[in-house]
């Protein structure tokens, strides 16, 4: 298994603004997976953290907005760029042990006014 | 491309009830199948899979069978406690594995004494 912890835990931010996430994992895990889900909504994949290399990003979501960072197996960040409101959600991290399923951590509360 | 389509809630019990959570997926190949619960307050938890058809899951009670002709995997616990009030969310993964997850929208369950 793997314990994930992500940071900060919530957070309310005005428009125009950046957020960074923080996940860190207590093992090394292949890969690392980076969620939204919305209010009132399902959770939906945002993009793959690579180690050493860039994000493989899903349809509808650009690296410019959700810049990813994974510089070594146990780490990674999310920035939220240039906020609006409708980026309001809660963001999740998940990690894949070698061969195992998917943790989850505990998530990002992120308000943007 | 791959869904989920999960029974809407909120759901309502009492304890001791049958519990049927329904959900229907549409996936090509052979996805894996996954059921995961949210606790009040908590992070996300794998609460039980099936990895190929007719397959089983099960954990604390609760139990989904992998059904290929009819593209279901129902979640289904015999007799709910208050402390199975939760979130539960049905997901695939597109790749066999456990790579890439694709939510349902979740269904809230309350169970009262």
């Known amino acids: 298994s793997a314990v994930i912890s992500q940071k900060p835990s919530r957070d309310i931010c005005q428009r125009g603004t950046s957020l960074t996430i923080q996940c860190q994992v207590d093992s090394q895990v292949t890969m690392m997976f980076w969620y939204r889900q919305q209010p009132g909504q399902s959770l939906t994949l945002i993009a793959t953290a690579n180690q050493g290399s860039e994000a493989t990003y899903e349809s509808g979501f650009v690296i410019d907005k959700f810049p990813i960072s994974r510089p070594n197996l146990t780490f990674s960040t999310l920035t939220v760029s240039n906020m609006s409101p409708e980026d309001s959600s809660i963001y999740l991290c998940?990690?894949?042990?070698?061969?195992?399923?998917?943790?989850f951590g505990p998530g990002t509360r992120l308000t943007v006014l | 491309g791959n869904s989920v389509t999960q029974m809407e809630g909120p759901v309502t019990l009492s304890e001791e009830a049958f519990l049927t959570i329904n959900c229907t997926y549409t996936?090509?190949?052979?996805?894996?199948l996954f059921w995961y619960v949210q606790y009040p307050g908590e992070g996300l938890q794998l609460l039980l899979k099936a990895t190929k058809a007719d397959d089983k899951g099960s954990n604390k009670g609760f139990e989904a069978t992998y059904r290929k002709e009819t593209t279901s995997f129902h979640l289904e616990k015999g007799s709910v406690q208050v402390s199975d009030s939760a979130v539960y969310f049905c997901a695939l993964s597109d790749q066999g594995g456990s790579e890439k997850l694709v939510f349902g929208k979740g269904t809230k369950l309350t169970v009262n004494p």
């Open positions: 996936a090509t190949g052979y996805p894996s």
């Open positions: 998940s990690a894949l042990p070698f061969g195992n399923e998917q943790f």
